[in-house]
Structure formats: structure tokens, C-alpha cells
């Protein structure tokens, strides 16, 4: 699997290699094959604020957003889609949650993913499931962060 991720913000670092283990987790668990490539974008409010208008009808900058591609031309690998991150936005709701900004971020990004492998939250039943479904998954991926880190006994 491949996340191509773009940073187009510069006011917070981003965890690369953290935010490629759960993209490479969140693909797995939801059957996608290890052919399958997916890009995210990390920006601020104006920029997303810009997709979300155009692309949704509302002007206003949210958290994520997610566009399926679907694509598999012959002899290549199956383009998931595309996921679009506010940092901003980010910002402000891991202050809310009481949580670190990258938690946060693997949070929205976990969300897109599930968005892009048929996940929906229209109702707020929908809603909760895909939230469970998120938290059980950054939990395995914490809990295999946490196994590669260990020393390995002598």
C-alpha cells in the first residue's frame, strides 16, 4: 500500500511515518489489496474551505473531506482516493478533545479512509459506528506502534 501525503501547511510538523502506518492499517483492515495507493493532503482552513465550496456547496472550512477515485487502469494498482486534511480545524478539535494534534490528524485521516472504502455518516447512528470503527483502529495501530518500538530481548 501507498499514501502519498502533501504538506501544504507550515505551521505544524507532521508525523510522516506515523500517519503512513495507519493509512497502511486502516487500508488493510478494510480489504484494500497491497496495491492500493492513497494520497492526503494536510493544509489550513482557507484552502479547505475552497475544496469544501467547490465540491460540496458549503462555504466553510471543515475538518476533512474525501474524494473517491476508484481507479484501476490495466496492469496498475487501484487508486483509493484522496483525502484532504485542515490543520487548522485539526488544531482546534484536539484542544476540544483534549488530545495531541497527531492524534487528531490520524483521527481525520482514518476517517477519510473509511469514507473512501464505503463508510458513511448521514445519520447519527451511521455516525457512531464509523466512530467506533475509527477508535478500534487507531487502537490497533497504536498497539503495533507500541510492539515495534519494544527492545527485542537479547
Known amino acids: 500500500m501507498t499514501l502519498v501525503l502533501a504538506n501544504k501547511q507550515r505551521r505544524h510538523p507532521v508525523d510522516r511515518a506515523r500517519l503512513k502506518r495507519v493509512a497502511e492499517l486502516v487500508m488493510a483492515a478494510e480489504g484494500c489489496g497491497p496495491d492500493t495507493e492513497l494520497s492526503a493532503v494536510i493544509g489550513d482552513d482557507a484552502w479547505i474551505r475552497e475544496l469544501n465550496r467547490r465540491y460540496t456547496n458549503k462555504d466553510a472550512p471543515t475538518d476533512v473531506l474525501a474524494f473517491p477515485q476508484d481507479i484501476s487502469p490495466e496492469g496498475a494498482g487501484r487508486l483509493l482516493g484522496d483525502v484532504a486534511i485542515s490543520i487548522e480545524t485539526a488544531e482546534r478539535q484536539a484542544q476540544e478533545a483534549g488530545q495531541g494534534l497527531m492524534d487528531e490528524v490520524a483521527l481525520l485521516l482514518t476517517h477519510g479512509i473509511l469514507h473512501l472504502t464505503g463508510w458513511t ?34
Open 121 to 154: 455518516d448521514e445519520t447519527p447512528s451511521q455516525r457512531r459506528r464509523m466512530m467506533r470503527r475509527a477508535q478500534d483502529l487507531l487502537e490497533q495501530a497504536r498497539g503495533a506502534a507500541k510492539t515495534r518500538a519494544r527492545p527485542r530481548p537479547a
